[in-house]
């Protein structure tokens, strides 16, 4: 027993040293790391730009990653705080990882999504599928849909768990659109992002720990999900922040996925180019000494690509007016999305007119 926990105290202790020396070496990230993953992306959430790929849309089975479909439509059902009594049919065929639940148990919707994203409880994602569709097969239906609507082409859900079957699978691309579709939804990248969380089964509480080793060495890391089957391989989705930007990478039956995503999220933020600026413009003034208002803002950014300002304020302020005053704010854009807003200050003190 003590060799077993010194192994894998061990083991922890490498991951993170592993990880720091990543960020005392960033350039050694800036050439196109090996992996051991057969099959990995790296995307920018918000412009969808891929940074990296490997086989990316080579079809392979993706484990328990599947689970973040099956949460992220139980999120926006709006019935996460109904209480579910789990059935027998809940827990058939649910081998492999679960929250051992029983046939009577008692649990929140809300839980079942905790249970199936840090646990990786197969008996929860089946009661999700029950309670929201009456069984897997209408669920799946949804799921599937869903995909549609995502642009998941080479996707096929058959069960909301990740289990093994003939014709569930997906591709890493298919799966960095989903992470990037799940991570805008703030109920499910709380739950994500979390490394623990206290649950209630039937009345009695129990602590339930996220497999994901990722969130525990850097708070920059808020998601996603972890997955493995022996016909998947080990399977992993993470969620990186960086700066004000999000960086989605998968890897797919990949032996050593953490040190894979460590690397993976160095090569990616050589991507990003530092931007700032300072920007100053001129407002009208009713009821002043002077007719117009020196204002100002300033920003700095990392981004794919030079950003541009969507400057918003009122066309003219009223008397007086102080240095520092917020007088609008300014949109700082990269393509279509938003990275940043920053206030547009008054840089001078108006007084009231004689």
Known sequence: MWVIILFKRFATFLLVLAFALSFTNYSAYSKTPELSAESAIVIDLSTISVLYEKNAYLERPMASTTKIMTCVIACESGKLNDTVKITREMLYNTEGTSLYLKEGDTITLNDLVIGAMLASGNDCANAIAFYLSGGIENFCALMNEKAKELGMTQTYFATPSGLDMNNHHSS???????????????????????????????????????????????????????????????????????????????TLNAPDDWNDHIKLVEYAKSKYSKYEDKGALYIDCVGAEKQEVKCGYSYSVYTLEKPWVKLCYYPFLYAPVKAGDTVGYAEIMSTNSKLMRVEIKAQEDINYGK
């Not at 992470?179 to 939804?185: D, E, H, I, L, P």
């Not at 497999?211 to 525990?216: E, Q, T, V």
């Open 172 to 250: 890493a691309y298919d799966m960095a659109l989903l992470a990037s579709y799940a991570m805008r939804n703030e109920t499910f990248v709380k739950i994500a992002g979390m490394t623990s969380c206290s649950i209630t089964v039937s009345g009695v509480k129990k602590t339930v720990n996220n497999h994901n080793k990722l969130l525990k060495l850097s708070e920059n890391f808020t998601g996603v999900k972890t997955g493995f089957t022996k016909k998947a391989g080990r399977c992993l989705i993470s969620a990186y922040k960086y700066s004000d930007n999000t960086i989605i990478t998968v």
